[in-house]
């Protein structure tokens, strides 16, 4: 079930929302566990038993960790057991093809492939119950006692299936602890409608023009820079979409979900950019691999060594093929230039750097999206005049007018212009007092925009099965 479809906007949600809102406090964390494991099952109800068993893994180990506190050789066993049983899980369902079929590739065996189908969010709820087990290890987090609170926690259906990444000790008091009124829900909801309205409206609609792209027989070096830019743009608004959606759902449930996104296309440098970037994994990888391996407290070679090795984590994550690895060492390699030179220079910059990282950003996503690296090697050379493309096509010049608009209301709204805009605007006595009638008014309408999309069976590809 997405978030972007019918059945989970006028039938799932709002039995969900009556059932929480009529339900006391103590049963409102089941009525969220039991809803959040129908929208799992929704698809494929037999993944609903993976996820219950990581759930009951984590509950046990971080149970088992705390009550061997003292015990430090016991409780590092127990660490090391959790963390590889739920690696294990993870790792034999996402990773288990690639590696058979590179196994079969080097050594010429014919070992079958699993052909698993990925659960949705498995690569979300494993580093939630992950950083749960740490913490508990680390002291950080008293193991929760009460299973309902936990497994509510992990399988929490707005941030299950796309993040953000939520921390237990990021709402171990709000499980128990949480305040509900109008203004929060109004916000909350505002929030949800302005996510649909950037999946729906903007994502979706660069989504439509890169699959015409793939399936054009008119391909030119424009149309492959076309591409390329409308790809960045959706899988931004996309992802941050699904985030906006998620935290508005939270609010409106009583809970503060991390943001996810800080308008990445502005940065001044990549290593800006990774800031402002799916910010709940970054700090994931800081906190869980980067600083646990010495972080930038250790020597150069060393340090360079912890980058690569968060890059290539970071990159596997993402997918099982080399080019998201490839992907992922691609940002290795910038990163470390601008730590050891790069960064001084960009910082007195003051349009070539911000031009540099949308460049390389763009030249990245090419990777990701490749179906292969031979793929993706042939796009980048495409896209700089090597594949023997002409430099324009009729095909570039029709889907260039038909989305050109939708292209420039996304680069737009991919700065925070708008929003400044809106709040200069607001904040004079004229301006505010209109912005009292007229954004509920225009929030009413990108709903009912949305939905005609929706209704209307317009393209609507679920992004998140390749994670």
């Avoid at 099952?41 to 993976?50: I, Q, T």
Wanted: include cysteine.
């Amino acid at each position: 079930m997405l978030f972007s479809s019918i059945p989970f906007l006028f039938w799932f949600l709002p039995c969900v929302f009556l059932l929480y809102f009529i339900a006391p406090c103590r049963l409102k964390n089941t009525v969220l566990l039991f809803s959040s494991l129908f929208f799992y099952g929704w698809g494929e109800p037999k993944y609903v038993v993976w996820i219950v068993a990581a759930i009951v893994m984590g509950y046990v180990f971080g149970r088992l960790i705390e009550h061997f506190r003292n015990n430090n050789r016991m409780a590092r066993l127990l660490l090391v057991l959790s963390v590889s049983s739920s690696l294990a899980i993870f790792g034999y369902f996402k990773y288990g093809d690639f590696f058979i079929n590179n196994f079969n590739a080097m050594t010429g065996c014919s070992v079958p492939l699993l052909q698993l189908a990925l659960p949705i969010g498995i690569s979300f709820y494993t580093f939630q119950i992950l950083s749960y087990t740490v913490d508990v290890y680390r002291g950080n987090v008293a193991a929760q006692k009460n299973f309902i609170d936990l497994a509510a926690y992990v399988a929490l259906f707005p941030q299950l299936i796309a993040g953000p990444i939520v921390r237990y000790s990021h709402v171990a008091n709000q499980l128990k602890n949480r305040t509900y009124s109008v203004d929060k829900a109004a916000l909350g909801m505002r929030r949800f409608i302005l996510g649909l309205g950037k999946k729906v409206m903007v994502a979706n609609l660069l989504g439509e023009l890169c699959s015409i792209f793939r399936e054009s027989n008119d391909k030119s070096v424009l149309f492959f820079w076309l591409y390329a830019v409308s790809y960045a743009l959706h899988i931004y608004f996309d992802f941050s979409g699904y985030s906006d959606m998620a935290i508005g759902l939270g609010r409106i449930f009583g809970f503060s979900f991390p943001e996810n996104f800080d308008y990445p296309y502005v940065s001044a440098s990549v290593t800006e950019f990774w800031q402002r970037w799916h910010m709940s994994l970054g700090s994931w990888f800081r906190d869980y691999v980067y600083i646990p391996l010495g972080g930038n407290r250790v020597g150069v070679l060393r340090h360079l060594f912890n980058i690569f090795v968060v890059w290539i984590l970071t990159g596997f994550w993402h997918g099982a093929a080399w080019n998201f690895i490839v992907w992922g060492l691609y940002f290795a390699v910038l990163l470390t230039i601008e730590k050891l030179w790069l960064l001084k220079i960009l910082r007195v910059g003051h349009v070539w750097n911000h031009a540099y990282v949308v460049l390389l950003v763009i030249l990245s996503f090419v990777i990701f999206d490749a179906a292969n690296l031979g793929q993706a090697f042939s796009y980048i050379k495409a896209m700089f005049g090597a594949g023997g493309y002409p430099l324009i096509s009729e095909e570039f010049l029709y889907y260039f007018r038909s989305y050109g608009v939708v292209l420039m209301a996304a680069a737009l709204g991919a700065t925070p212009l708008p929003k400044k805009l809106w709040s200069r605007v607001s904040a004079t006595s004229v301006g505010g007092n209109a912005a009292i009638f007229v954004e509920p008014l225009a929030i009413s309408a990108m709903f009912v925009v949305c939905t005609a999309y929706l209704v209307d069976g317009s393209y609507n590809p679920f992004l998140y099965f390749r994670f």
